[in-house]
């Protein structure tokens, strides 16, 4: 049992040295910079608004020219022209809402002035620079599959920026800076080995993960369970004439003790870094079932009653000139919705002008759809986000209506009044899965996560001591490899000796 406890912490950390230390020093980056991105609203802020009398094609139309079953219907604009955006999970299409043609690809040049437009400079300073048929460093999150190819163009200017824009649909999907992509190398993509190469990869990538972390938790339980065993309540040691509680000198003397207090935090980082990558599929996922969205919908989406001009008599009710709105479907009736949050309305008689919310007693009948048979135990307003439908950026919305159901799975379901879709599931274990992963890895807890600096105090002292235990133990770890070295470089040197 010592030698195995030795050997396995021995050996898995030196193999692991270097990991943990970029582990934990990128974690601390990643508490204030992740990926790069092009949030929603920065992109519909750099759209024109929409021009009702310009459009001349139904949304049903638009749906039979693009040839898809689409899970999403956006109105917006394309060159100060209304496009309709038809996407399903596997391809995306535009069609011009006021010509009835079919957007067929972008050229280059036409790519140049969507990204010089959208970064805000008028002046030839945008360059064209590669045609992309695969995700590269930064398009490998954030862009859906179905946006690809994408033209990736730079901008001369002083953030050094870069603009991808999607051949399918026209749209720039991604924009980073010279200073984004600085700190996405140094946090995200040193914490989650999210190098292009290798990412691209996806089952490699994710079984290396899965089976690094698995080491990584053999490597702390072994530590963890050596170093109680080798502590000395009573002193019992004699370190140069004087009594101690740890074996070790030197900097094991410090490696030894780092553990102890860090090693318990650094098992559990690693274990819920493992549960980050669903293993073994062990938990559900947070996202509705088709059979509860259609039932909340009222069936698929259907387009016929939406005519264009009831379409423009629902954009020019909005309070404001919009620039993107979304076609959605709730308990059987069409619905247009603007972004951000800026009202819904009925396709089916927009002359009731716009609503902020849906009444509450028709999401109340939508939820017990849902979830047929099975009763309703409980239903709260959220005003304020609970442990599990939260958002560190504060961008997901609020008031929210939750649904608890008396099932076996014990599902919560979250219904958003402002969109009449369902925002988020819930049951047992995603709920287990929740405190196990981000309740273990990111430490938001809410009696802590709310409360900055405290979490970042907290979550930064714990990355320290974790650097402290690594670095402590790779200066032995040299010596001991060096010594390895020698010994086998000796021994081949015997064996070539003539007898």
């Known amino acids: 049992m010592r030698r195995a406890l030795i050997y396995t912490h021995r050996w898995l950390g030196i193999g692991g040295c270097l990991l943990f230390l970029a582990w934990f020093a990128s974690g601390i980056v990643m508490m204030y910079a992740r990926m790069p991105e092009l949030r929603r609203s920065d992109r519909l802020s750099r759209l024109t608004p929409i021009r009702p009398e310009a459009i001349r094609i139904s949304p049903a139309d638009a749906v039979r020219i693009g040839g898809v079953a689409p899970s999403a219907i956006h109105l917006s604009t394309l060159e100060g022209r209304p496009v309709y955006r038809l996407s399903s999970a596997r391809e995306a299409v535009t069609v011009f809402a006021d010509s009835g043609d079919m957007l067929d690809g972008v050229e280059r040049g036409r790519a140049v002035a969507i990204a010089a437009t959208f970064a805000g400079d008028a002046s030839p300073r945008t360059r064209y620079d590669a045609l992309l048929e695969q995700p590269d460093q930064w398009t490998l999150t954030g862009v859906p599959r179905a946006a690809f190819p994408l033209h990736r163009l730079a901008v001369d200017d002083a953030d050094r920026t870069v603009v991808y824009v999607s051949d399918a649909t026209g749209e720039p999907v991604m924009r980073t800076t010279a200073r984004a992509r600085r700190w996405g190398y140094a946090g995200a993509v040193l914490h989650w080995l999210y190098f292009a190469p290798f990412r691209r990869h996806a089952t490699l990538w994710a079984q290396s993960i899965i089976w690094l972390s698995i080491a990584g938790c053999a490597m702390c339980a072994t530590g963890l369970i050596w170093g109680v065993w080798r502590y000395s309540p009573s002193s019992r040691y004699r370190l140069k004439r004087k009594h101690a509680h740890s074996p070790y000198a030197g900097m094991m003397h410090w490696h030894h003790y780092a553990g102890l207090l860090f090693g318990l935090t650094t098992c559990s980082w690693i274990f819920s870094g493992l549960l980050s990558m669903d293993p073994w599929d062990w938990h559900p996922g947070t996202a509705p079932t088709r059979h509860q969205r259609e039932a909340v919908a009222g069936g698929r989406i259907a387009l016929d009653g939406v005519t264009i001009p009831r379409l423009r008599a629902a954009i020019d009710a909005l309070a404001s000139k919009p620039r993107d709105v979304e076609i959605v479907q709730f308990?059987?009736?069409?619905?247009?919705?603007?972004?951000?949050?800026?009202?819904?309305?009925?396709?089916?008689?927009?002359?009731?002008?716009?609503?902020?919310?849906?009444?509450?007693?028709?999401?109340?009948?939508?939820?017990?759809?849902?979830?047929?048979?099975?009763?309703?135990?409980?239903?709260?307003?959220?005003?304020?986000?609970?442990?599990?439908?939260?958002?560190?950026?504060?961008?997901?919305?609020?008031?929210?209506?939750?649904?608890?159901?008396?099932?076996?799975?014990?599902?919560?379901?979250?219904?958003?009044?402002?969109?009449?879709?369902?925002?988020?599931?819930?049951?047992?274990?995603?709920?287990?899965?929740?405190?196990?992963?981000?309740?273990?890895?990111?430490?938001?807890f809410p009696f802590l996560y709310y409360h900055r600096p405290l979490w970042d105090v907290v979550v930064i002292a714990l990355s320290a001591g974790g650097i402290v235990s690594t670095v402590t133990a790779a200066a032995p770890a040299l010596r001991r490899l060096r010594r390895h070295a020698r010994r086998m470089r000796a021994r081949r040197a015997r064996l070539r000796i003539p007898l």
């Open 331 to 444: 308990r059987g009736e069409p619905y247009l919705v603007a972004e951000p949050r800026n009202g819904m309305i009925s396709l089916a008689m927009p002359e009731r002008g716009a609503m902020t919310e849906l009444p509450e007693a028709a999401l109340l009948e939508s939820a017990r759809a849902a979830m047929l048979p099975t009763p309703v135990v409980d239903t709260t307003w959220l005003r304020a986000y609970d442990a599990y439908y939260y958002d560190r950026d504060g961008e997901l919305p609020l008031p929210i209506l939750r649904v608890r159901y008396d099932d076996p799975q014990q599902t919560w379901l979250y219904f958003d009044p402002h969109r009449g879709t369902i925002a988020r599931k819930e049951e047992r274990w995603s709920r287990v899965n929740r405190w196990l992963y981000h309740g273990l890895h990111s430490l938001d």
